[in-house]
């Protein structure tokens, strides 16, 4: 077999931990396969080269900052090389321009285009294992580019992709993928397995296991990804192809406190005001998620909307610059707010899972200020002080700590 | 005019020196320069690696050391980048892979081959600063190759021939090429000027302002090489063809500890031993520099070699294999030695120059055990704890601190 497997930094951030996972690779070398393996830079690599950067230019142009960081990867993979000869195992090392994973021009944030495998499968004849430094990319310009935070799994999946592999194994820090945060719902319990849609859904709704790119881009392609520590042995979660008869009605809860609440109050209440608003923020690149709008009273009207707290500055700005030509009375912003989520596959075909949601927060006396749904998620806006207390009343209403026990 | 600079590991060890040094590059610039700067890894960088490294595996791949090592020198170009534009500059940095610095596949030890230019003239017309990560190539099969300790010197040269530069300018920690070691020899006068082979000489004696490959290609290409402080303004010195009329006699003393005396004892005496000595050890890559040979006595002669220590352990090794086949009796190691030498172009058509250097070590009670010289140096073998006296003594009796004024 053909196996991709990548590991995180946390994996291999000192020697002992790099010799932990040169084990691991080589037990699944020794069952007879090929095995291909995506490093991260070590621990606080990124962070520091971040700091660094920093410290001589708060902005630097995002090209010199991936050329900087591209660097943190390939120190991993060499020294994972050295780590397998060490333990007497071919392996050879290659970074982007060797595999020739060319991306997009946008640094920092590159989407890949193609990879040759030409080399990786003629290393691989040679009986090597192939280490493939992640996160980063090569475009048209032959420059260094990135694919953003978490990179390094949508490496991995495009790698298994083009080689037609028969397994992508993602290695992290947890076990797998939980009901809920274990370090927040003391008995969220790990899901065997769960399709790619709910599993985008968790992702970008804040539950940080797996980079959301790399999920798309399983699906995509059909790559049955599994997540598991690089600590222990335990099996961990497999995400792929809804297959199951009875779709799980909710599969896990997740929470977002990384966003901020933008408010327009006093808007003209005429026609097309909203669509005004969210194309000049679409135009500047800024997502925006959940939207509330007002019932107009005395000829105006108020919309708010969330947006990831990174884009809350730039969207301001933005609008402030629009305000008048838009008709916006005054612009607020607050930040003491979070997401909290549902998500599960059998939620379309199921009524009452959003009351049931409702109860289990008005129960907990939590107030809810604005809602979302989508055909398999609900989320609501609520205080961001409150999500702890939420995320356990809902996991505890639908019972998902006896989940895999059902 | 188009300029190269090379600045060394130390001139950007950390942000307040990487401003430093950018406004160098950028005074430069402003005379209305173009400019290709050339850096090294920052500081102990390369140090670091290295030890990571050995902590993973004493003997590490060659290949897999330099895809590691080269990170450092392409950190230190996006850091320069990002400096250079804090500061109002355009710049970009470029490492191995753009500029398609193409070397043999001698990794750790790599020669160029050739440079693409083509990428760095694009830049230089688009008015940027061209930085570009020293010390790094690329080989046939596209994999990263390093030059050797100081080869960022030689990235410099090669890049200021293939450039066809109007002066090629090595930064260091150092004000210029000196008569002898500042530090050992309080009174040593710096050097204006000092001609292609001296320099050679005086960089292979262990002077260690210029790496020899950078000097020979320098010497190959006409590109007369400046050597000054990254720290002041001090003129430093100028290395080119000699061109001086009334050439020096002397122009510098140095010496070189790193050396091991391997001795032959009881060889057979008969034509050809020693070449086959030789050839065995040129067959294993290893340099041989001073050779006494002993006259033949009851049938047995001696022969003694030096070599570079780091050389010894595997020249013993080696020698110790074939100690029978050639016929040696014992064979004994001395690394309580040292090389001194002087070096002056001067030196091939003037008499009395050996005599007044023996002279000279006679009157300080030195006692020389082994002598070799070419057209242009004198070199003898003494014990190393001799070095600074013998360094001082020769640098007095050659009047070498009153050198500038004569």
Chains 1, 2 share one sequence.
Do not use: W
Request: glycine fraction near 6%; aromatic fraction near 4%.
């Amino acid at each position: 077999m053909l196996i991709v497997q990548k590991f995180g930094g946390s994996s291999v951030a000192d020697a002992q931990r790099i010799f932990n996972v040169a084990n691991r690779i080589i037990d699944t070398k020794n069952e007879d396969n090929q095995v291909v393996v995506v490093l991260s830079a070590q621990g606080d690599t990124t962070d520091d080269l971040i700091d660094k950067a920093k410290e001589i230019n708060p902005k630097p142009a995002k090209r010199e900052m991936d050329m900087l960081l591209a660097t943190g990867e390939q120190q991993s993979v060499a020294l994972m090389a050295m780590a397998l000869n060490a333990l007497g195992y071919n392996a050879i090392s290659l970074n982007a321009f060797q595999v020739q994973l060319t991306t997009t021009s946008d640094y920092s944030n590159a989407k890949i285009k193609d990879i040759d495998t030409e080399r990786i499968k003629r290393e691989l004849a040679r009986d090597n294992i192939v280490l493939v430094a992640g996160f980063q990319g090569v475009n048209i310009f032959n420059d260094v580019t990135t694919l953003g935070r978490g990179g390094s799994d949508t490496t991995a999946v495009a790698i298994a992709a083009a080689l037609n592999a028969d397994a992508c194994e993602i290695y992290t820090d947890v076990d797998g993928v939980y009901t809920a945060d274990p370090r927040i719902v003391k008995d969220a319990s790990k899901l065997e397995e769960i399709s790619y849609d709910e599993m985008l859904e968790l992702a970008s709704l804040g539950s940080k296991v797996l980079h959301n790119r790399s999920v798309e881009l399983a699906k995509k392609y059909h790559i049955p990804l599994v997540v598991r520590s690089s600590f222990n042995k335990v099996s961990g979660t497999v995400v792929k192809e809804d297959s199951k008869m009875e779709k799980m009605l909710v599969s896990g809860v997740a929470a977002d406190k990384d966003i901020t609440r933008i408010s327009l109050l006093n808007i003209e209440d005429t026609p097309g005001k909203a669509f005004e608003v969210f194309s000049i923020l679409g135009r500047n690149d800024i997502s925006v998620d959940i939207i509330l709008q007002s019932i107009g009273r005395d000829g105006t009207k108020d919309i708010s909307f969330t947006v990831a707290k990174s884009d809350a500055d730039a969207a301001c700005e933005i609008l402030e610059k629009y305000k008048d030509k838009i008709g916006v009375g005054t612009i607020s912003l607050d930040d003491n707010v979070a997401k909290l989520s549902i998500v599960g596959a059998g939620m379309a075909t199921h009524a009452g899972v959003a009351s049931l949601m409702f109860e289990a927060l008005y129960d907990a006396r939590i107030n809810i200020s604005m809602i979302s749904t989508s055909e398999i998620k609900i989320s609501v806006l609520i205080n961001k002080d409150d999500v702890e207390l939420g995320m356990r009343a809902i996991h505890q209403k639908f019972n998902l700590a006896a989940l895999n026990s059902l």
